[in-house]
């Protein structure tokens, strides 16, 4: 099993920045895929950001060159940095981690922080 606890969530302006944390704990060694995913009020949730254990990431085109994803494999986190925000981006932010087929194919959703966009 694997638990994710996130911080850094909060108010920003528009234009401003913030940076998400995601810490993974449990069976560690089980984790391929980390990454994030968003919800916004009324809408289905959508990838934001992935990246493999060897580095591989993966962007939506709507947050390409200004989100950059980063892992930290010996400290087993998964952060988010993400600049130039719009209001469009306010949305619950889930942290995600997706296990080797070997140990299951399985996904672990943390319980998400809130990101306000707001002038």
């Known amino acids: 099993q694997v638990q994710l606890v996130e911080s850094g969530g909060g108010l920003v302006q528009p234009g401003g920045s913030l940076r998400l944390s995601c810490a993974a704990s449990?069976?560690?060694?089980?984790?391929?895929?980390m990454g994030w995913y968003r919800q916004a009020p009324g809408k289905q949730r959508e990838l934001v950001a992935t990246?493999?254990?060897?580095?591989?990431?993966n962007y939506a085109d709507s947050v390409k060159g200004r989100f950059t994803i980063s892992r930290d494999n010996t400290k087993n986190k998964v952060d988010l940095q993400m600049n130039s925000l719009k209001p469009e981006d306010a949305a619950v932010y889930y942290c995600?981690?997706?296990?080797?087929?070997?140990?299951?194919?399985?996904?672990?959703w943390g319980l998400g922080t809130q990101v306000t966009v707001s002038s």
């Open positions: 449990g069976s560690i060694t089980s984790i391929n895929t």
């Open positions: 990246i493999t254990r060897i580095g591989s990431t």
């Open positions: 995600n981690a997706h296990t080797y087929l070997a140990y299951g194919g399985r996904d672990y």
